[in-house]
């Protein structure tokens, strides 16, 4: 079982950063790949970011490429997604999840646990 609390979200202006973190709770955390998803209003889940349990790998959709990171530190049983040179269109709802399968997983059916999410709002 592993328990998921998302943090770091808030009101930006274009152009500006914001680190978001996810705090994992379960004694396994390192053997899960995660996950990043967002949703804005009205629309569906998408993927945006996502990380094997070694850390050595990571996965983005294009429209975030070059400007959003994610990384781990196992030890502290946390995920982080840094993102850079918000636009407007990032506002939404930014979730983490938790997959046991040891591949990059792009689709939402294919996580298990989910955090609450945190609001990321990008005003132009």
């Known amino acids: 079982q592993v328990q998921l609390v998302e943090s770091g979200g808030g009101l930006v202006q274009a152009g500006g950063s914001l680190r978001l973190s996810c705090a994992a709770s379960?004694?396994?955390?390192?053997?899960?790949?995660m996950g990043w998803f967002r949703q804005a209003p009205g629309k569906e889940r998408k993927f945006v970011a996502a990380?094997?349990?070694?850390?050595?790998?990571?996965y983005y959709t294009d429209s975030v490429k070059g400007r959003f990171t994610t990384s781990r530190d196992n030890a502290k049983n946390t995920v982080y997604l840094q993102m850079n040179i918000l636009k407007p269109e990032d506002t939404a709802v930014y979730y983490c999840a938790a997959t046991p399968k040891y591949e990059i997983v792009i689709v939402t059916t294919e996580y298990n646990y989910w955090g609450q999410g945190t609001q990321v709002t990008v005003s132009s």
């Open positions: 379960g004694r396994t955390f390192s053997s899960y790949a």
């Open positions: 990380i094997l349990w070694s850390g050595g790998r990571t």
